[in-house]
């Protein structure tokens, strides 16, 4: 089982930027990808981007399309989420996982990093 670790949270006004990274223990089946997701106070755990290991093929949450920017780091076994024109709604504890589409493989999840955007 691939441990993960997230990174890069913080604090930021609305209209700033964050960049988060996951760093995965070990290699990632080329069949699989990489997704981010979010979970908010009250609210349940949401995808928020995806990208397909083997290709790159990136896709989005229709809430963060044109703002975020998933990317891969292969030989790292890393992954990034460049989040521009965060919005105070974007505010929430994010995570990583591997992914098949738009659902998470892993039932275990990691600590997270919480993303707070002030308005």
């Known amino acids: 089982q691939v441990q993960l670790v997230e990174s890069g949270g913080g604090l930021v006004q609305a209209g700033g930027s964050l960049r988060l990274s996951c760093a995965a223990s070990?290699?990632?089946?080329?069949?699989?990808?990489m997704g981010w997701f979010r979970q908010a106070p009250g609210k349940e755990r949401e995808f928020v981007a995806g990208?397909?290991?083997?290709?790159?093929?990136?896709y989005y949450a229709d809430s963060v399309k044109g703002r975020f920017t998933i990317s891969r780091d292969t030989a790292k076994y890393t992954e990034y989420l460049q989040m521009n024109s965060l919005k105070p709604e974007d505010t929430a504890v994010y995570y990583c996982?591997?992914?098949?589409?738009?659902?998470?493989?892993?039932?275990?999840w990691g600590q997270g990093t919480q993303v707070t955007v002030s308005s």
């Open positions: 996982n591997v992914v098949q589409g738009r659902t998470a493989r892993d039932d275990s």
């Open positions: 070990g290699r990632i089946p080329s069949s699989y990808g």
């Open positions: 990208i397909r290991w083997g290709d790159g093929y990136t």
